[in-house]
């Protein structure tokens, strides 16, 4: 059974432009979730995917956005990037979505870091 | 508000009990979480537990919620080295139809020797 995958691992990107992470989920897990954590700080919950639909958003702006495919993969999508955008992207797949309390299982990150 | 609060640190003896505690803001939450974070190593669930439960027993881990006061807290019997981390306590916050899942800042559990 593989677990959660992030691409890439590290990131640099410059101010203005705009970003693509990617996460592959556990076998079998329907369920998405993307968080940014900062250093030093707790995750911050960005939103979730269930089947293809976005089934819960933190407090972020619109240019953070995401995708989940029919094989429910994942992209998050941030445009105009800022320095404050510059933390540790988690990723998590689960077997449902926040409101049944399913396990989520952590991906190991993608590290961005905006100049 | 949404806001989860935790102590920063904890420093303990290996062998003690340690007792990690958190405040959170939501009254409906269903669901209270505790994850563990290693140096360099992801985010794992430790245990967690539902909202109509007061206790939740583990092994080494004992969860306890207070609902009245919205305080949650985390103790490990017998800490050892390999606990040293930290922990992180998180609730799903509702809001209307959209639900959340809010965390604290974390809690770095120091053992020693």
């Known amino acids: 059974e593989t677990g959660v995958t992030q691409s890439p691992t590290h990131l640099i990107k410059t101010r203005g432009q705009q970003v693509t992470l990617r996460c592959s989920s556990q076998?079998?897990?329907?369920?998405v979730s993307w968080y940014q954590q900062a250093l030093g700080q707790g995750p911050q919950f960005i939103f979730q995917?269930?089947?293809?639909?976005?089934?819960g958003r933190g407090n972020f702006p619109p240019r953070f956005s995401g995708l989940q495919f029919p094989n429910y993969s994942s992209e998050l999508n941030v445009n105009a990037l800022e320095l404050d955008d510059s933390a540790l992207y988690l990723c998590?797949?689960?077997?449902?979505?926040?409101?049944?309390?399913?396990?989520?299982?952590f991906g190991p990150g993608t590290r961005l870091t905006v100049t | 508000g949404e806001d989860v609060e935790q102590s920063l640190f904890l420093s303990v003896r290996e062998g003690d009990s340690s007792v990690i505690n958190c405040t959170y803001t939501?009254?409906?939450?269903?669901?209270l979480y505790w994850y563990k974070q290693e140096p360099g190593a992801g985010l794992q669930l430790l245990t967690y537990?539902?909202?109509n439960m007061d206790m939740k027993q583990d092994q080494r881990l004992t969860v306890l919620l207070n609902k009245k006061d919205k305080h949650l807290s985390l103790r490990i019997a017998d800490t050892q080295t390999g606990d040293s981390a930290i922990y992180f306590c998180?609730?799903?916050?509702?809001?209307?139809?959209?639900?959340?899942?809010?965390w604290g800042l974390g809690t770095s559990l120091a053992v020693n020797p």
């Open positions: 998590a797949s689960s077997l449902g979505s926040l409101a049944g309390g399913y396990e989520q299982y």
């Open positions: 076998s079998g897990h329907n369920t």
């Open positions: 995917y269930y089947r293809e639909e976005e089934n």
């Open positions: 939501d009254s409906s939450s269903t669901y």
């Open positions: 537990i539902f909202s």
């Open positions: 998180a609730e799903i916050f509702n809001a209307g139809n959209n639900r959340k899942l809010i």
